[in-house]
């Protein structure tokens, strides 16, 4: 078997999310099924992190075993014919070693959320950002952000379906900026807990409505239960932007 390194795009709206699914599409199970068309063997795909249903890809890394060898640009070329009309590209792909990879290998993942702040309806944008329609104040959430920075217990902003061993992780970056209409939050880690970005997006737009203060994220963060937090916020303006290696 041939290992490849690939960076993939997606619209996770059609998906359960990346890893393959019994009860529904996948684009993990979206690239294995291509992998196989090209070989006629099983070309199992590895990723730098998983991503729920509707939540987006801009550069999700990924590794493919094919049993056969190819140029990186022919099996780039033959994955994207394949995979469409699947919202699903192959944006650039390299031959590794065989003791790569793409989760095991990774050493920091970095996300993206956007908020649209607007009244109007989201014409273009709709299942690709979050539209809140009550103004929100970017600087305050971006001050309550730099609360969740360092090693915490974030057992508050964790799913109770999380799989992690532990609910102590070190938080690199969280921050806020607008641009007219457009807030977007940045979060860097070595790795997430699951539901950790949009846990703490929704509780970040508290903060943006008055409702919370960054006093208030941090007796969130303190209190290590889940009751203590706010809400998540919805997969649709979460993307999965960089793995590093």
Known sequence: MKRYRLTVEFDGRPFMGWQRQKHGPSVQGAIEEAGFSITNHPSPVQAAGRTDAGVHGLAMTAHIDIAREFTPFRLMEALNARLKPQPIAILACESVDSEWHARFSCVGRRYLYRIINRRAPLALEAGRAWRITKPLDAEAMDKA????????????????????QSPVKTLDNLDVTRNGDSIEITAAARSFLHHQVRSMVGCLALVGQGQWNADTMSEALEARNRAALGFNAPPDGLYFTQAIY
């Open 145 to 164: 952000a730099k609360r969740l920075i360092g090693l915490h217990d974030f057992t508050t902003f964790r799913s109770v379906h999380c799989q992690s």
